[in-house]
């Protein structure tokens, strides 16, 4: 298991375009990727399911990610939430 925490950036948030920009990396993983948000936990793989955590400005995301690829993975993802700043 692969684990990070990162803290959102951006004033805005994760809102649609770049939640579903990490549904895009995260598709194309094996691992089975979570992010976790005030106890709340959600797949990377499904807009759906990241949209209800509420990843406001300043929140701080965990990353947890299981199988062949998975600190790769995590660090990717990573890095695309970092990125984000509008």
Same mark, same amino acid.
């Given at each position: 298991?692969? &684990?990070?925490?990162?803290? *959102? %950036?951006?004033? =805005?948030? $994760?809102?649609?375009?770049?939640?579903?920009?990490? +549904? @895009?990396?995260? @598709?194309?993983?094996?691992?089975?990727?979570? !992010? $976790?948000?005030? =106890?709340?936990? %959600?797949?990377?793989?499904?807009? !759906?399911?990241?949209?209800?955590?509420?990843?406001?400005?300043?929140?701080?995301?965990? *990353? +947890?990610?299981? =199988?062949?690829?998975? @600190?790769?993975?995590? &660090? %990717?993802? %990573?890095? $695309? *939430?970092?990125? +984000?700043? $509008?």
């Amino acid at each position: 298991m692969a &684990e990070t925490t990162v803290t *959102i %950036a951006s004033p =805005g948030g $994760l809102r649609v375009r770049p939640a579903s920009r990490i +549904v @895009q990396e995260a @598709q194309g993983y094996v691992s089975d990727i979570m !992010f $976790l948000v005030d =106890g709340k936990e %959600a797949s990377a793989k499904s807009l !759906f399911s990241l949209q209800t955590l509420e990843m406001s400005h300043g929140k701080e995301v965990v *990353i +947890v990610a299981k =199988g062949h690829d998975e @600190q790769t993975a995590v &660090e %990717a993802i %990573a890095k $695309l *939430i970092e990125s +984000v700043v $509008l």
